[in-house]
Nanobody
């Protein structure tokens, strides 16, 4: 059974940093592009960043460009999201995702709260 388990969320002050991790199992991790999404209260889930298969490209939402970095470790089957210069508007539940055919796979999410 496919599993995506996020960790690393928490409470941080504006301007601070967090590193999210998503540990994947029970599928061929290296064969898939991996994404991070987020959902703030009362808002739709939005795509934050994508890393394609090894050697591929990185893509970011305009709102996080220059502050967030997505990366992957295909030995550890883990995708990361390094978040720097955090802003209150980054507050959301962050989800790991990959797509296989018509199916979408999601983790349980990790809460990130940016507040002083």
């Amino acid at each position: 059974q496919v599993q995506l388990v996020e960790s690393g969320g928490g409470l941080v002050q504006p301007g601070g940093s967090l590193r999210l991790s998503c540990a994947a199992s029970e599928f061929t991790f290296s064969s898939y592009a991996m994404s991070w999404y987020r959902q703030a209260p009362g808002k739709e889930r939005e795509l934050v960043a994508v890393v394609t298969r090894p050697g591929g490209s990185l893509n970011y939402a305009d709102s996080v460009k220059g502050r967030f970095t997505i990366s992957r470790d295909d030995v550890k089957n883990t995708v990361y999201l390094q978040m720097n210069k955090l802003k209150p508007e980054d507050t959301a539940v962050y989800y790991c995702n990959f797509k296989s055919g018509w199916s979408d796979y999601w983790g349980q999410g990790t809460q990130v709260t940016v507040s002083s």
